[in-house]
């Protein structure tokens, strides 16, 4: 088995290769001290049938599981990525098909992007107001347990520079230490994050038309994200402030702002 950590550190998942079993027990410890065990099932029981049902039903075949990084647009600064639900074992790419405006080109440049070789990402040069299509014909890719793909018939687009915000942020802090500066949309979603600890000038390109705010997490432990505290140790909630006014970014212009701590 292969295994994953997400970003804030806090969920693992294991990636089984040909698994035998249908439960895992799982064991619990810390520092030596074994803290509980738990069952866990990772094939479904199957659900008793009649014998018309029995008779009806025909098995159904499994193809591995993905998702793209972009939802119908791409901007400049991305590039095309396709995540897989298992590591990838081979990719035949001679009938990978893109289509840039209208221009067509077989056998596209790819990598992977990662260790487990999950993520496929496509480093093509994003040209504006441009038409994209990505073909990938059924059974291009294959995974480690050989599962392989549906067919992938995927369309997305560019927009013009000029229908994009940009913000420029002068940065000032009275203290140096490891800080989180976060732009959010209206939602509280992180659209964009950088790290920093020292006085600086931060950029934020490609900004969609909108509202934002702007966050900063005092991160004290240079772990890269808010920790909530701890009670039996005594520690308190990292420290979050907010810019104090809403940004309204209109497409085709260029803010400068200013934050002094």
Known sequence: YRSESNPAADTITWFLHHPTVDTLDLIFVQNGDT????????????????????????????FIGWHANIKGVIKPNQQLTLIF???IARFFTDSVLLITGKDSLYKPDYAFADMLHRKIIFPFKIKEGTAYHLFIPDSTVIDWNGLHNKKIDLSFRSKEAKEYGKLTLQINFKHQQHYILQ???????????????????????FIDPSKYRLKI??????????????????????????????LDIKANWEYEESWNF
Request: proline share 5%.
């Open 35 to 62: 803290l509980g065990q738990r069952e866990l099932r990772i094939i479904p029981k199957k659900k008793q049938r009649n014998r018309r049902q029995k008779k009806a039903h025909s098995p159904l075949k499994d």
């Open 85 to 87: 639900n298992q590591p």
């Open 183 to 205: 732009l959010l949309n209206v939602n509280s979603d992180v659209i964009s994050q950088v790290f920093l600890k020292k006085d600086t000038s931060v950029v934020f390109s």
């Open 217 to 246: 997490i005092y991160d004290d432990n240079d772990n890269k994200k808010w920790d909530t505290g701890n009670y039996l140790r005594k520690l308190q909630p990292e420290r979050v402030i907010f810019f104090s006014k809403e």
